[in-house]
């Protein structure tokens, strides 16, 4: 019997490794698997290359786990976090400053279209976006009809880590208005995607239509109730 949950959010995050590349999902703090980054705080993984929206909001979530200084590397297109007086909150702010994290800046929908097309099995694809500027360092360019390009490349990851509303045992899963964000995209594009739920419904409970993101594209499936 095909079940993809699993019992404990540490049990969910257990067998992430030093060096794996993770693709957060979130908008702000919108969405964002708050309790599975925590667990991967307690689970001591590092080294790793976090992919994200943005370097995370307010002092839990992604901004504790960058504070640990075990993340190596971020890919994200908005690295600066909100003002706030939480200590936690300007955690990658601090360390890139000190030259302790590295940073690959990427406008925001270039970033979806490169775990798009790693989704999709795509390879490299042409972007106008970004093209004459310092986001096209190193990059290969053309002008194809009269209009500049750069060449993008997929990005694939070892997990994506994401925050649904609903799942079932095979791990269908349904979003919640704005926390659907990036997830969607982010589930398609890694070897194995866990997601933290509101609720695990019977199979049958969502309706073929409602699905948003295939269990195909899911491994693990934990419940944690806010």
């Known amino acids: 019997m095909l079940d993809k949950t699993v019992g404990s959010l540490s049990e969910a995050v257990s067998e992430i490794s030093d060096g794996s590349t993770i693709l957060v999902g979130g908008f702000g703090g919108s969405g964002a698997p708050i309790a599975l980054l925590d667990a991967l705080i307690g689970h001591g993984a590092r080294d790793l290359v976090i992919v994200s929206n943005n370097a995370g909001s307010g002092p839990e979530g992604l901004n ?22 939480q200590p936690l909150a300007a955690a990658f702010e601090q360390l890139y400053r000190a030259g302790k994290i590295e940073l690959e800046c990427i406008p925001q929908g270039t970033l979806v279209e490169r775990m798009r097309a790693a989704g999709a099995g795509l390879g490299p694809f042409f972007s106008p976006t970004g093209y004459g500027t310092l986001l096209a360092e190193g990059k290969e360019s053309r002008v194809i009809d009269g209009v500049g390009y750069v060449l993008e490349q997929p990005i694939r990851a070892d997990y994506t880590l994401v925050n649904a509303d609903r799942a079932d045992r095979w791990g269908n899963l349904t979003y919640r208005l704005a926390g659907r964000n990036f997830a969607p995209v982010m589930c398609t594009a890694a070897r194995c995607t866990i997601a933290q739920v509101r609720e695990i419904v019977p199979l049958g409970s969502i309706l073929p239509e409602q699905v948003i993101t295939p269990g195909i594209f899911v491994q693990k499936v934990v419940c944690h109730a806010a």
């Open 64 to 85: 504790a786990l960058i504070a640990t200084g075990r993340v190596r590397k971020l890919i994200c297109s908005y690295p600066k976090s909100p003002a706030t007086s």
